[in-house]
């Protein structure tokens, strides 16, 4: 663990790999690299990029990490890739297009796969992104794939959430619809040079005058990777949200709440895994059987298992 | 309680309800009443009816309660209703299709809430079906919409699933491929009097053959409400599943494992609302702050805090 350690310190990528598996791996090894990298991070500025399929998500953090390493900054990308076994042709397509970036030392592009086919986040996401802002890359993105639970998710574990909107698809309207676009700091309009573009900004700015929230409305931004229409202003977008929750209380009360929901979703598991733990298993046992011979109600033996467990 | 419980055994559909609505409250005095209940429960035959939006499970659902009640069995109908708004006009209309049922004392229905938006079961189903099984009625229907986690969750706590299939929805197919096919006792193809039926029961067919379950394939059966073919085979083929279960260990295996997973939950459920709770709202700011801080990592801090729940 020493030598990791130190090659890590020193800026090795491979030594970085490897951190990041285990801590993936969800291991007590894991967790101890946790303990050891924590204190030194909380310096990257970690963006969520999310939407639909099809909005073209993956080309717009290529093109945003490209103007970033124009600007001097290092870029890590997560990209959580849905598990399920239909849209695998899609993901590897996508990490193809990243490609022009696989050589540059500032650029750091990890896949994970989600949780499951439903499209919740991976637990260790946390922990993947506590990795690599140890390491010190300024910017984390996480790329999801959907509108969803994982999106509703991923804006309590970033700082700053894009949404993403490719013209010319209705259902993604009924999806923003159903609340999603409250979890947008940043509006985005991809493939602004193709048709249905300027309609999908009017049909957003409908939407966005009809939002329940008053106090800021996300920015909307139209950007186009062919034309480089937008993106250089959308890097700017993301730096003054950043700003403005530096400036406002914004950045220290959303840390304390990501940080509140993390430790009690890991303490949650802690204590559900005990709840099935094999030391618990001939109670949980003979409780079964209580109640299949209707001795025992389900409630009566979830308390008793419960007391057990918590002592 | 008392007098409510003495309407209820005596057969009073307005006790019934009201036991009901309390139960699904999820309160302490709706434990109560489970507890009182649940020796008199293990006698309906449970039945799921599930299949994609559209698939007309409540006409089927409607067509075999007319079977049953015809064979002089007694019959409740819980329907699962996911709770977005987008849906409650379909779901009123199907309601209405069911009025034909509702002057009858030998049938009663009640609407559920799903738990949320993604369609999750209602944690009180268990409950609801209880009662119902409770107060006597010889079989229970629990119509489900939308092919997903729902549905598997369902087939973990009914005897039967039956699986409806609409003709002329090339989604469906989609999803069934994706594993669900795997939950069907019996698959039905409805609507066996429009175009595409003869078609999907051959696709159907083909995914059959290909399944991975070698030991019992569900039977298929075609329905048409208007012409009433296959109404009474479906009623025959869940009683034929419910005798066969009966014949081998399977509806001993299967209240066993349906009984453990419930237990498990609702002791899970009650240790989660523990980690929570207000009696440790000082130690969680504590160790928040503490994180937030970078003098303790995440893992450290959720393992304090269940240490500190686990007693």
Redesign the interface.
């Known amino acids: 663990m020493d030598d990791l350690m130190t090659s890590f310190r020193e800026g090795d990528r491979r030594a970085l790999a490897r951190v990041i598996t285990r801590v993936e791996a969800e291991s007590e090894v894991g ?1 101890a690299y ?2 050891e990298l ?2 030194q ?2 310096r990257a500025h970690v963006v969520g990029i999310t939407g639909n399929a099809g909005a073209g998500k993956s080309t717009l953090t290529a093109a945003l990490t490209a103007e970033l390493r124009r600007r001097g900054k290092t870029v890590a990308i997560v990209a959580v890739d849905p598990s ?1 076994p ?1 849209t695998q042709g899609a993901v590897l397509g996508d990490r193809i297009r990243m490609r022009e970036h696989s050589l540059d030392p500032g650029v750091y592009i990890r896949s994970m796969a989600s949780r499951d ?2 499209g919740g986040l991976a637990p260790a996401l ?1 922990d993947v992104v506590c990795v690599l802002d140890a390491f010190g890359f300024d910017l984390v993105f996480v790329e999801t794939t959907g509108v ?2 994982a999106e509703v998710e991923i804006s309590r574990t970033v700082q700053t959430t894009v949404l993403a909107n490719g013209p010319g698809n209705g259902d993604d309207i ?1 999806a923003l619809k ?1 609340g999603v676009i409250e979890i947008a700091d940043i509006l985005v309009v991809t493939k602004a040079d193709q048709p249905g573009a300027d309609q999908l900004v009017s049909h957003l700015n409908g939407l966005l005058s009809l939002s329940s929230a008053t106090d800021r409305l996300p920015p909307l931004l139209k950007t186009s990777v062919p034309t480089g229409e937008g993106v250089s202003e959308l890097v700017d977008a993301i730096n003054s949200h950043l700003a403005e929750l530096e400036a406002s209380d914004g950045l ?1 009360e959303a ?2 709440r990501s ?2 929901q ?11 895994r ?3 733990a094999a030391a618990n298993e001939a109670e ?1 046992a003979r ?2 059987h209580e ?2 011979a ?10 008793k ?2 007391e057990l ?3």
Chains 1, 2 share one sequence.
């Not at 993390?262 to 559900?272: D, E, G």
């Not at 209707?294 to 009566?300: E, G, I, M, Q, S």
């Open positions: 967790r946790i303990r924590y204190p991070t909380g399920s239909f086919a439903t946390d969803g639970q009924q159903a220290r840390r304390n940080t509140r993390q430790v009690l979703a890991l303490a949650r598991a802690i204590v559900v005990r709840v099935g949980v409780l079964v109640v299949v209707r001795r025992l109600d389900p409630h009566t033996a979830a308390s298992l419960a467990v918590l002592g």
